[in-house]
């Protein structure tokens, strides 16, 4: 299991040439199925040209390094989650936690995700372990989750 | 147990549209359907820079979820324009409100008058009774805020509200003890709202 906030500013290496090709800035996270996992990571330092890395084309996610398999796979955002989260609106960490009975349930402290396919397992939010698959949706105001109170949420 | 909120904490809390993760809108006033004695929508504000009345309404069925923090729809898709639109045409109604109705017992007594209107939340969320003030046929309780639950079938009109006289033993003076007594009052009553 890994951490988002430790992958965070973690360097991006690429395999064939052996070279540092930025930082990790920020991860996309596809919620579109029920299957929430990253699909992208946003890398800084690489230039607009080399902005993000699908996590098709990462081959390893370590402690020291992620790494990718050659810059020619890199590329500028072009998907309308990859827009956003370069404007700022889809950041998962530190965002409002908010479930969709509408009760706020803390901040996004932390999430754990698989390092080889990177499926989200967990959103942490104050002691707080949310299975990732009940994450819906991540946006300017909040990061949506599937109330996990059976029966309506706790008042 | 499900959170119970009164109707006035619902104006002010956020819309937020679960497809995009944004609030687009802020809840202005709760529109009450005198005939039925429950929500039928709210008015809305813009937020921020261009805060401000919006020219669109929500619509209580199309509300999927509703707790002390936000209240929730699928998307913005289901804001509706106001002209021309009955939670719109409501508004503009202002003495369709059920807030000052007064609520009478089946049994002839005046048991007070609504000053607001409790919602269990929960997806979807449900009017589960009323926040009267007593009258003096409620005897000590006379003069105070009290809760009363709502049967699962009302009649109203535009002069009372009209609740079976059992429902006088199922007052409760706050909210915290006000979900047992709705459950216990309508299992009573054998039967739940749909």
Same mark, same amino acid.
């Given at each position: 299991?890994?951490?988002?906030?430790?992958?965070?500013?973690?360097?991006?290496?690429?395999?064939?040439?052996?070279?540092?090709?930025?930082?990790?800035?920020?991860?996309?996270?596809?919620?579109?199925?029920?299957?929430?996992?990253?699909?992208?990571?946003?890398?800084?330092?690489?230039?607009?040209?080399?902005?993000?890395?699908?996590?098709?084309?990462?081959?390893?996610?370590?402690?020291?390094?992620?790494?990718?398999?050659?810059?020619?796979?890199?590329?500028?955002?072009?998907?309308?989650?990859?827009?956003?989260?370069? %404007? #700022?609106?889809? /950041?998962? &960490?530190?965002? !409002?936690?908010?479930?969709?009975? =509408?009760?706020?349930?803390?901040? $996004?402290?932390?999430?754990?995700?698989?390092?080889? %396919? #990177?499926?989200? /397992?967990? &959103?942490?939010? !104050?002691?707080?372990?949310?299975? =990732?698959?009940?994450?819906?949706? $991540?946006?300017?105001?909040?990061?949506?989750?599937?109330?996990?109170?059976?029966?309506?949420?706790?008042? | 147990?499900?959170?119970?909120?009164?109707?006035?904490?619902?104006?002010?809390?956020?819309?937020?549209?679960?497809?995009?993760?944004?609030?687009?809108?802020?809840?202005?006033?709760?529109?009450?359907?005198?005939?039925?004695?429950?929500?039928?929508?709210?008015?809305?504000?813009?937020?921020?820079?261009?805060?401000?009345?919006?020219?669109?309404?929500?619509?209580?069925?199309?509300?999927?979820?509703?707790?002390?923090?936000?209240?929730?729809?699928?998307?913005?898709?289901?804001?509706?324009?106001?002209?021309?639109?009955?939670?719109?045409?409501?508004?503009?109604?202002?003495?369709?409100?059920?807030?000052?109705?007064?609520?009478?017992?089946?049994?002839?007594?005046?048991?007070?008058?609504?000053?607001?209107?409790?919602?269990?939340?929960?997806?979807?969320?449900?009017?589960?009774?009323?926040?009267?003030?007593?009258?003096?046929?409620?005897?000590?309780?006379?003069?105070?805020?009290?809760?009363?639950?709502?049967?699962?079938?009302?009649?109203?009109?535009?002069?009372?509200?009209?609740?079976?006289?059992?429902?006088?033993?199922?007052?409760?003076?706050?909210?915290?003890?006000?979900?047992?007594?709705?459950?216990?009052?309508?299992?009573?009553?054998?039967?739940?709202?749909?």
């Amino acid at each position: 299991m890994s951490s988002l906030r430790n992958l965070i500013g973690r360097k991006v290496m690429d395999r064939g040439r052996a070279e540092q090709i930025g930082k990790v800035s920020g991860v996309v996270v596809d919620t579109s199925s029920g299957d929430v996992r990253i699909a992208s990571l946003r890398l800084s330092g690489a230039g607009d040209e080399h902005e993000f890395a699908d996590w098709d084309h990462v081959t390893g996610s370590g402690e020291d390094a992620v790494v990718v398999d050659g810059v020619d796979n890199l590329h500028p955002p072009r998907t309308t989650l990859e827009e956003r989260l370069k %404007s #700022g609106d889809t /950041e998962l &960490l530190g965002k !409002r936690l908010l479930s969709d009975h =509408g009760n706020e349930m803390g901040k $996004v402290d932390d999430v754990d995700f698989d390092g080889t %396919s #990177g499926r989200i /397992e967990h &959103l942490v939010a !104050r002691n707080d372990r949310i299975e =990732g698959s009940r994450l819906r949706s $991540v946006g300017p105001y909040a990061a949506i989750v599937t109330c996990p109170h059976e029966g309506g949420c706790p008042g | 147990m499900s959170l119970l909120l009164r109707a006035s904490e619902i104006m002010k809390l956020p819309v937020v549209a679960i497809d995009c993760a944004d609030a687009v809108a802020d809840v202005k006033d709760v529109v009450f359907g005198a005939q039925e004695g429950e929500i039928f929508g709210f008015t809305l504000n813009n937020r921020g820079f261009f805060a401000g009345p919006m020219k669109r309404v929500l619509h209580w069925d199309d509300v999927t979820g509703l707790g002390r923090d936000a209240l929730m729809v699928e998307s913005t898709d289901v804001l509706r324009p106001l002209k021309n639109d009955e939670v719109g045409d409501l508004a503009a109604q202002k003495d369709r409100s059920v807030i000052g109705s007064d609520v009478l017992s089946d049994g002839g007594s005046r048991l007070g008058s609504v000053t607001d209107v409790i919602v269990m939340c929960g997806a979807p969320p449900e009017v589960v009774g009323y926040e009267i003030e007593a009258s003096e046929a409620m005897g000590p309780r006379s003069g105070k805020k009290v809760l009363i639950p709502l049967p699962d079938t009302l009649s109203v009109s535009g002069q009372a509200l009209m609740v079976p006289a059992a429902a006088e033993a199922f007052v409760a003076d706050d909210l915290a003890g006000f979900g047992a007594s709705v459950e216990e009052f309508r299992s009573q009553l054998g039967g739940t709202r749909p």
